[in-house]
């Protein structure tokens, strides 16, 4: 079966970085595009970015632009989500989908 | 962006009832290829997101029979025929027609009675 499981979240301070991967399986990986989309209680489901199923074309929130850079590896099967700059307002759950598939998230906490 | 609003933002539904939520978009989402990309998910407690309608009315595999969507231009219905216990959760609408960037509704929530 088709399995998105996200990880690399975890607690840190403000103005540091974290990197979150998505590993794939069950489906054919390079023919996917795919989405961060993050959630908190306070502003819900926000999608954060998008790269096509070649890693050619990408796009972001603007509340994540110039900070956070989406990337894929089709060789290895994986999604990666490399956040700069972070702010406490970056909190929440990250889920890497297809809209189709989701992973079951990865909590990234932003906190000193 | 497109603002998505969706209502009420909490439904109590009897076992057996209907049940349905509203998502009304700021714009109209009827893309130039004649196609409207609204979907709708579903959470529940504890899990991840899962697309239950794309397009407005088409389920996803394995959705059962009385979800159902319906709408156009701006304007967009979930309803559920016969609420069961397993339906218990947050329901959520997303444009995909005016990206980037995509948007959701602020979510309903469904409880029991």
């Known amino acids: 079966q088709v399995q998105l499981v996200e990880s690399g979240g975890g607690v840190v301070q403000p103005g540091r970085s974290l990197r979150l991967s998505c590993a794939v399986s069950g489906l054919t990986f390079r023919n996917y595009n795919l989405h961060w989309v993050r959630q908190t209680p306070g502003r819900g489901l926000e999608w954060v970015a998008l790269i096509y199923y070649d890693g050619t074309t990408k796009y972001y929130a603007d509340s994540v632009k110039g900070r956070f850079t989406i990337s894929r590896d089709n060789s290895k099967n994986t999604l990666y989500l490399q956040m700069n700059s972070l702010r406490a307002e970056d909190t929440a759950v990250y889920y890497c989908?297809?809209?189709?598939?989701w992973g079951q998230g990865t909590l990234v906490t932003v906190s000193s | 962006d497109v603002v998505m609003t969706q209502s009420p933002l909490s439904l109590t539904v009897t076992l057996g009832q209907p049940a349905s939520i509203s998502c009304r978009s700021s714009q109209s989402l009827l893309y130039s290829d004649g196609n409207t990309y609204l979907d709708w998910f579903q959470q529940r407690p504890g899990q991840s997101p899962r697309r239950l309608i794309y397009?407005?009315?088409n389920r996803d595999s394995g959705v059962p029979d009385r979800f159902s969507g319906s709408g156009s231009g701006s304007d967009f219905t979930l309803k559920i025929s016969r609420v069961e216990a397993e339906d218990v959760g947050v329901y959520y609408c997303m444009q995909g027609t005016h990206w980037p960037p995509w948007t959701f509704g602020q979510g309903t929530k469904v409880e029991i009675k």
């Open positions: 989908t297809s809209y189709v598939y």
């Open positions: 397009e407005v009315s």
